[in-house]
């Protein structure tokens, strides 16, 4: 069980939405299986520049697609975190794993 929490799920990039400053930030997402969606500047230096903590009633939906690219919503008691993947089916995969790791946690 201990090995499952470490578990990367999925990686890659996608463009986020800052929380206190509202500008578009390109990171490196990487997905783990405790339900951690942590967030870097990128891929090789793994200096984190954000958390969020997924849990079983996180709700994630994707909306309609812009101009720049397809926005997944993730939303939790603590925060909203938007994630703009740019194509459908890229949007498509990060939904299903994201909804995958929910399932399986506690609330």
């Known amino acids: 069980m201990a090995e499952a929490c470490f578990q990367i799920i999925k990686t890659g990039w996608a463009v ?8 578009w930030k390109r990171r490196w997402f990487v997905l783990l299986g405790n339900g951690h969606l ?11 520049q954000g958390c969020m903590i997924l849990t079983k009633n996180t709700c994630i939906t994707v909306s309609c697609a812009t101009s720049s690219g397809v926005p997944i919503n993730i939303v939790n008691k603590k925060r909203t975190l938007i994630m703009t993947c740019e194509t459908h089916a890229e949007a498509e ?5 994201l909804k995958d790791v929910c399932d399986t946690l506690e609330k």
């Open 16 to 23: 986020k939405l800052g929380q206190r400053v509202k500008s």
């Open 38 to 48: 942590r967030y870097f500047v990128d891929k090789s230096t793994y200096i984190e």
């Open 93 to 97: 995969d990060w939904y299903n794993k």
